[in-house]
């Protein structure tokens, strides 16, 4: 299975003395099993940032407002696909007004955007399964809190956006159906840029900076799910060596700090 390291073609590379503000290097990895060449952002994997949600987080919201310990639910949450409505679906059958706090008719609780996107229903200026601050069961999503009262992994339970998020995948496909799949970070870019009302700021702020172990080992789960066992088995490999040597270009955030 071949692979490599490339400098993402925005500066000068990580040996060059001065890489340039936004520099990254990408993993090339050949799927053994399919006609598709997996690209990981491997400055965010092998970063150490880490999910911040009630300790500090200031929201997606223009106005910073940790206190309501929002997080990223502000907007609701996509529906990928029709097995993902299916799942989100049966998640919200298991759901109780113990667990969560905007208990509804399940029916009500999803709708269509004007392009024919399923989304989670935005109640009181956040997703209507998001608990607000100082609710009993506990603050936050109610599919998480369905995860830990049966005993499941947040992942199994929540809409796929919100078990992949900070992680994106996005599939290229070429004239010859030959497939490139890319597994980065959620940018703002990706939510249409700074003219937009969505203030995405936690892959990129040094304030997330903060984890003990970097993402790729944290969100193995998540990157199983997403690549399968094979290649993450052989992204963990190469990412090993290059951690414990050093020998990988720190986060743009961490670049900022320092």
Known sequence: MASEIANADIGPGPNSGSPSGDAREWLSLED?????????????????????????????????APELALGCCTHGAYVTSDDDLAHV?????ELDAEI????????????????????????DGACVFANRAG??????????????????????????ICW????????????TGHVYTMVREWELRDWGGP????????????????????VYQVLRDELT????????????????????????????AVRQRS
Request: glycine letters at 8%; aromatic letters at 10%.
């Open 32 to 64: 053994p099993h399919e006609h598709r060449t997996w690209l990981f952002d491997v400055t965010f994997l092998a970063s150490t940032w880490t999910c911040i949600y009630g300790a500090g987080c200031p929201g997606i919201d223009p106005e910073p």
């Open 89 to 93: 679906r049966s998640m919200i059958a």
């Open 100 to 123: 969560w706090q905007l208990h509804c008719d399940p029916g009500e609780a999803l709708w269509q955007d004007g392009e024919g996107w399923w989304r989670t229903r935005v109640v």
């Open 135 to 160: 609710y009993p069961a506990g603050t936050g999503c109610a599919f998480h809190l369905l995860a830990q009262r049966t005993g499941r992994r947040p992942m199994d339970t929540k809409p796929e």
């Open 164 to 175: 992949q998020a900070p992680l994106r995948r996005e599939d290229h496909e070429t004239v």
């Open 195 to 214: 003219d937009t009302d969505v203030s995405w700021w936690c892959t990129s702020q040094a304030q997330a900076h903060v984890g003990s172990r970097p």
């Open 225 to 252: 799910a997403i690549c399968g066992d094979v290649i993450y088995s052989e992204l963990c490999s190469d990412l090993d060596e290059r951690v414990d040597s050093a020998q990988l270009l720190p986060h743009p």
